[in-house]
């Protein structure tokens, strides 16, 4: 193991002085790396780094010493970084002084290594366990095989995958985590609304996110696999479901309507919906799928938040800053 002395994390690094132009050491995750044109047209690369505790950017022109080193540099790579604190906009961009990778042989044996990557915060198994629990409280034989025959299909990759690449849930077991939340709201909500069809709605639930298990790879960060660039998930999970029902003989009208959740869940088609929710059941999935995303994005800021911060920085989810603050009581 090589000894990596008194790295910061992206938490720690946002506590020092902002005008003090402290100079840090940090080991990041490169999650996205952005080749841009500047106004002169030099190009120069707009990179996201970050660490369980959050993220930042910064730009790293052509020239400087790393460029040629960083541009060619996968996202998913560990770097170690020596960087000055430098504000942009109110939002943290260091200026960075150096940079060189670090392989996964350097870094065996360090605590370092589970401190980069960021896990849904309730405990994968326990999750795992009550997805099982929702499948078998479907109670139409063939719509529960069904739906176990898509997880039966995509297996492992399920558990540890993403729900996004940076949206929300973007996190190793995400998608179960965001799955598994749904499936309890959906109990929840379900009596509220008899005319939407109880078993349809928990299948649709569970499903429609499926495809999202082929659609991204990596170890450590969310990136698209090339399935997922040249299908995505949406269609991908139709493909899985379609599969799934016609190998338990799910009837027709069901297995249509099934699909129709998966290919319209995304609500609107700007966002990705391939149709309009145009079901009881679908609507009620996009629905519930929205709120779910939407507050997931707000638990993960309120995790990372820094004491004393009053808001966040402005979330392109959510089109707002959030206020961090809790209520007086």
């Given at each position: 193991?090589?000894?990596?002395?008194?790295?910061?994390?992206?938490?720690?690094?946002?506590?020092?002085?902002?005008?003090?132009?402290?100079?840090?050491?940090?080991?990041?995750?490169?999650?996205?790396?952005?080749?841009?044109?500047?106004?002169?047209?030099?190009?120069?690369?707009?990179?996201?780094?970050?660490?369980?505790?959050?993220?930042?950017?910064?730009?790293?022109?052509?020239?400087?010493?790393?460029?040629?080193?960083?541009?060619?540099?996968?996202?998913?790579?560990i770097l170690r970084i020596?960087?000055?604190?430098?504000?942009?906009?109110?939002?943290?961009?260091?200026?960075?002084?150096?940079?060189?990778?670090?392989?996964?042989?350097?870094?065996?044996?360090?605590?370092?290594?589970?401190?980069?990557?960021?896990?849904?915060?309730?405990?994968?198994?326990?999750?795992?366990?009550?997805?099982?629990?929702?499948?078998?409280?479907?109670?139409?034989?063939?719509?529960?095989?069904?739906?176990?025959?898509?997880?039966?299909?995509?297996?492992?990759?399920?558990?540890?995958?993403?729900?996004?690449?940076?949206?929300?849930?973007?996190?190793?077991?995400?998608?179960?985590?965001?799955?598994?939340?749904?499936?309890?709201?959906?109990?929840?909500?379900?009596?509220?609304?008899?005319?939407?069809?109880?078993?349809?709605?928990?299948?649709?639930?569970?499903?429609?996110?499926?495809?999202?298990?082929?659609?991204?790879?990596?170890?450590?960060?969310?990136?698209?696999?090339?399935?997922?660039?040249?299908?995505?998930?949406?269609?991908?999970?139709?493909?899985?479901?379609?599969?799934?029902?016609?190998?338990?003989?799910?009837?027709?009208?069901?297995?249509?309507?099934?699909?129709?959740?998966?290919?319209?869940?995304?609500?609107?088609?700007?966002?990705?919906?391939?149709?309009?929710a145009s079901t009881p059941?679908?609507?009620?999935?996009?629905?519930?799928?929205?709120?779910?995303?939407?507050?997931?994005?707000?638990?993960?800021?309120?995790?990372?938040?820094?004491?004393?911060?009053?808001?966040?920085?402005?979330?392109?989810?959510?089109?707002?800053?959030?206020?961090?603050a809790k209520p007086s009581?």
């Amino acid at each position: 193991m090589t000894n990596f002395p008194n790295p910061l994390s992206v938490r720690e690094i946002k506590l020092l002085t902002r005008d003090g132009g402290d100079t840090f050491a940090a080991i990041l995750l490169l999650r996205r790396s952005t080749s841009k044109a500047a106004k002169n047209g030099n190009l120069f690369l707009s990179l996201e780094l970050g660490d369980k505790t959050g993220s930042f950017n910064l730009n790293v022109f052509g020239d400087h010493p790393n460029f040629e080193a960083l541009t060619n540099l996968k996202e998913g790579r560990i770097l170690r970084i020596e960087a000055k604190v430098k504000y942009y906009q109110d939002q943290l961009s260091p200026h960075l002084l150096r940079a060189e990778t670090i392989t996964l042989n350097q870094f065996s044996g360090s605590p370092l290594l589970s401190s980069l990557i960021e896990i849904a915060p309730e405990d994968a198994g326990a999750l795992w366990v009550e997805l099982q629990e929702h499948i078998e409280a479907i109670q139409q034989p063939e719509l529960r095989a069904t739906v176990q025959g898509v997880f039966d299909d995509v297996g492992e990759a399920f558990r540890i995958a993403p729900a996004a690449v940076s949206m929300h849930h973007a996190y190793r077991h995400g998608l179960l985590e965001h799955t598994v939340h749904i499936a309890r709201a959906t109990q929840v909500l379900l009596p509220l609304y008899p005319e939407t069809h109880g078993d349809l709605a928990l299948a649709g639930v569970l499903t429609h996110d499926v495809g999202k298990a082929l659609e991204y790879e990596s170890e450590f960060v969310a990136a698209k696999s090339r399935r997922g660039i040249l299908q995505g998930h949406v269609v991908l999970g139709y493909q899985l479901v379609r599969k799934a029902g016609l190998k338990a003989k799910l009837a027709n009208d069901l297995l249509e309507r099934l699909e129709h959740i998966v290919l319209s869940h995304q609500g609107e088609l700007e966002w990705g919906a391939a149709v309009i929710a145009s079901t009881p059941e679908a609507v009620f999935v996009a629905k519930v799928d929205d709120l779910d995303a939407k507050m997931g994005m707000v638990q993960r800021l309120l995790r990372q938040a820094l004491e004393g911060s009053e808001f966040s920085a402005r979330h392109a989810g959510l089109n707002t800053q959030l206020l961090l603050a809790k209520p007086s009581a």
